[in-house]
């Protein structure tokens, strides 16, 4: 029997010892931001600016995900140990600043502060789970630990509600740091890493620096984009052109250099990129359905809060066990079936959210979210081992961060742009009203309008409502549509993936630092495989 099925034969247990550290970083990361979602009505109860409540959130995404490509670099150029450590240090500081936080600029700058320490858990978790197993329990754990996305949404509202109403909101903040010091030593005492091929190599400073400003940039005009509905707003278009300027140059810098923050070479590998691509419509779809699900939920069908919140039930569970299903069958299936069946799911979830109408009950909606959250599910831990199983050990962090980063471009563009879309649809509906109905929608506008449909106790006539509400109905139907056929282009490109599962080895035209070139390509773009599976 080989070393490699004898690995493959041994207890999850005892192979997980080197990895729980980063298990629980990228748990506390995960939860963190269910929780602070869920006390911040609590803290702008107390601090006031409800202008600022969305970038409690915001400040977080935002610096999270535009240093996701640092840390993923650098923790295949200095090893994983010493910035995961440098993330949890810091994610640490900004909780605590969090909790003693006297107002709301300072908690969004405090959020802000731990968005730039939480970027490094899950890339850097990930790389280290997918360098520590071999490829039957990679894939098996990685599904596991893409259920961590459901467990925290199921959890986090119920512990932030717990917190906010006994022990206070400041505690959402101060149960972070006991974890991550936690964390901290079980890495620190468990994880032993090599050397990576990347060391010694000149860091890319201005690449590092361009790369950041084009993410900051792009995802700032997004976000406001999306908070304000309104695209003619000037510090959006300066964030947009002067982010995308950014970037253009980052591509010029990136082909001079030795040692690139993001090897522009991965993406000549059309399996690699169809995996990134196929990310960002996970993504789109994945946090659209979050978003918009519950808006028609509650400003269509008037459905109450607490009802509200349960339309995303089936969707959390479904998105749990799918991942997990998913983590076993991959290896018997292969990446491409796998990759393709989760767009399919989507696909055919979100042609069912289309067919909703005034009267359809929160229940049903609760329902039809089941194939969203099952092809949610499914594709997580797919992406991931797909772009793992195709990168040698010293590209294992930034292919992670990629993967990561392709998954929150999706979720910020779906929910800001399709947010734009169903703002501008739903304004042009009310337009088409006449009378009565027409005086008392221009008098409040279109936010206003939006506002009474989601309360229980609209000053609108019973009609009014009911005209609005189908209004509201067509302009979220034309989104689910857009979504929809997103998804079909998705399982177009999901053809693209590679078949199987391999032993990760460089893509073609990669090869490590100082090392001779890779060996042959596979038919299906990527590397070929080493040896048996």
Known sequence: MSAATTAEKEPIGHLLTPVWGFILAMTVSALDATIAGTVTPTIVAEFGHVELSAWVFGSYMLALTALLPLYGKFSDHFGRKRMINIGIAIFLVGSLWCGFARSMPELVAARGLQGLGAAALFPIGM??????????????????????FGLSSLLGPLVGSGIGEYVGWRWAFFINPPLLLLAAWLIHRNYREHQTEASGQKVDILGAVLVTYAIAGVLYALYEAGEKRDLG??????????????FVFFIRVERRHESPIIP??????????????????IGLVMYSAIFFV?????????????KTGLTLFPFQVASIVGSLVAGRAIFKVGIRVMGMLSMLLLAVGFGTLMTMDTHTSAWVTASYTLLIGAGTGVGL???????QSALPPHLMGIGSSITQLAREFGGMIGVSMLGVLQYYLFVNETEQLKGQAAELVHQAGPRGVSEMLFSQQSAFPADVVELLRSGLSSALTTVFMVTAIICVL????STRMAKEMRRPGPPPGMKPPGMPPAGLSSPEGGPAPAGHQ
């Open 264 to 281: 522009l070479t991965l993406f000549s590998n059309s399996a690699l990129s169809a995996a990134f691509v196929v990310n960002f419509v």
């Open 294 to 306: 519950p808006v028609f939920a509650q400003g269509v069908t008037g459905g109450s809060i607490g």
């Open 490 to 493: 998705g399982i177009l490109v």
């Open 381 to 387: 831990p797919v992406l991931m081992i797909a772009v």
């Open 233 to 246: 707003e000037w510090s959006v278009w300066a964030a947009l052109l002067t982010g995308i300027a950014a």
């Open 127 to 148: 790389a280290a789970i997918g360098l520590q197993f071999p490829p039957r329990l990679r894939s098996r754990l990685q599904g596991v630990f893409a259920s961590v």
